[in-house]
């Protein structure tokens, strides 16, 4: 029997999210990202004496918000705990967070691996202080710190240790950063570490419950690279209670150059920060009115959404899927919808042309897209045309593309180009005669049984009429030609 198949995985996440807040959580800073260094710092995210914290009301809106939509159960109090450690990026000696009562408990999230569906527990969400960033100097022997993040708002959102897999890791992740996409709270960039992960990762023996000793993994920066590293740690504690070793519980660094885990240092438990009760932030006291309020502010979510776009707009399933993951995407398909209700139609323009022009205008990263490449009204305009018969889907193709570029309407495109498709029998059969004339043998061929030939005389009378020529209509009455009816 192979280790893989003695033991089992068992995997916990927790992700940080850091919210969409303009100012920090409990100062007025800004929390954007990408100033210089030690811009966006006053006494108070500096942690200097005498200066007292003041609760930013978005930040906890934010978490209900993601609460709710998580289906935890929202805390009506909670209460502040200091988190002491001392890093150099820590500017108080300790982070302002969550412990014995944080504000959001329980919940679960929905996943699909492989078309499986799987519920996965959440143990909490809780709202803290971001760090700053420690700058290492590859040259030389000095370290900087950079505070712009300090006091930057998060939410950290633990599982309980219910993933089974690499694939199960990823597949939840994915659905966490749409969900909080969705709800516009954070956007979800790994590569800038708004939305990052800690992956605490054990086996124990196939068909035991006792849980192993778990490993923390860290600095992966895409779902690929929590695969990768979930998937390289599972192997090498297989591997290690094979040979007969013990697993050290420890935080581990990925190495995504290297394509392993190596020791950072040794895994604090709770006990080792000296939570206790911040003395300068009160309870927090949510009321069941705000609560309320949250919830009506709500987007309808992506699950419900794709349920909809299956049942009420007869999409296919993976239609649905792509077209939900983005929520500015799927109001887009709306309007379109709305300018055209042909749902199946829209959908593979929206899944092909749009979100080719959207990457290739390097516009498929941003949270929001405010300023779409083709107006929702206009695309609707021209799916209509071809509806309509009035341009072909070769040709509409092309009218997109100006679309794009000029931003004018498709049927202005089609009349200033005279591009309106050719459904007149007699130029149509005119091109046919020409064809067939120019090509003897083909049709000797396609006459002695080579059907597959329609294609190339199809083709040959598109060309002949620049692509204007309606193509059922040219199918019919080539095969009419051809066949001697």
Not at 2 to 28: N, Q, Y
Not at 316 to 333: H, W
Request: proline letters at 6%.
């Amino acid at each position: 029997m192979s280790a893989g198949d003695r033991f089992e995985p068992v995997i916990g996440l927790e992700v940080h999210a850091e919210l969409l807040t303009a100012s920090k959580i409990f100062c007025g800073c800004s929390a954007s990202f990408g100033a210089p260094p030690n811009q966006h710092t006053c006494p108070v995210c500096l942690g200097m004496p005498g200066v007292l914290p003041v609760l930013n009301r978005r930040v906890v809106e934010f978490a209900i918000r993601a609460g709710l939509a998580i289906r935890c159960a929202i805390a009506p109090r909670s209460r502040w705990a200091r988190k002491n450690y001392f890093y150099p990026d820590l500017a108080k000696g300790y982070q302002i967070s969550q412990y014995e009562l944080p504000i959001c408990v329980g919940g679960h999230l929905d996943i699909v691996v492989d078309g499986v569906a799987k519920r996965v527990r959440l143990t909490r969400i809780h709202m803290e202080e971001d760090t700053g960033k420690n700058i290492h100097d590859a040259h030389g022997s000095e370290s900087l710190v950079d505070f712009n993040r300090c006091g930057v708002p998060l939410l950290e959102i633990v599982s309980e240790p219910d993933l089974a897999s690499p694939a199960e890791a990823g597949a939840y992740l994915r659905t966490l950063r749409t969900l909080v996409r969705y709800l516009e709270i954070c956007d979800g960039n790994m590569e800038e570490g708004s939305f990052r992960c800690d992956a605490n990762v054990s086996v124990r023996a196939r068909g035991t419950t006792a849980l192993g000793v778990k490993v923390e993994v860290k600095n992966m920066n895409s779902f690929r690279a929590v695969e990768k590293a979930i998937a390289y740690e599972i192997a090498r504690h297989a591997r290690v209670l094979e040979e007969g070793g013990t697993i050290v519980q420890e935080t581990r660094l990925w190495d995504a150059d290297r394509e392993e885990t190596r020791p950072m240092r040794s895994k604090e438990s709770a006990h080792d920060y000296r939570y206790f009760p911040d003395p300068d932030l009160p309870p927090l006291v949510v009321s069941e009115a705000l609560v309320a309020e949250v919830r009506r502010a709500m987007p309808e979510l992506p699950d419900a959404r794709r349920t909809r776009f299956v049942a009420a707009l007869k999409l296919p399933e993976y239609d649905a899927e792509v077209l939900t993951s983005r929520r500015d995407l799927a109001d887009y398909f709306e309007a379109v919808v709305a300018a055209h209700p042909n749902a199946k139609a829209v959908s593979n323009w929206v899944m092909g042309d749009v979100l080719r022009l959207l990457k290739e205008r390097k516009l498929d990263d941003a949270l929001t897209i405010t300023d779409w490449p083709v107006a929702a009204a206009h695309l609707g305009e021209l799916i209509a045309l071809i509806d309509e018969g009035a341009i072909s889907g070769k040709i509409a193709k092309t009218v997109f593309e100006e679309m794009g570029t000029s931003g004018g309407t498709p049927r202005a495109i089609v009349a200033a180009r005279g591009l309106t498709q050719v459904s007149d029998e007699g130029p149509i059969v005119a091109a046919i005669d020409q064809v067939l004339a120019a090509h003897p043998d083909k049709v000797a061929e396609f006459r002695a049984g080579k059907d597959k030939l329609l294609g190339f005389f199809v083709g040959q009378v598109m060309k002949a009429t620049a692509g204007k020529a309606n193509p059922p209509l040219v199918n019919r009455l080539l095969t009419e030609k051809l066949r001697g009816e």
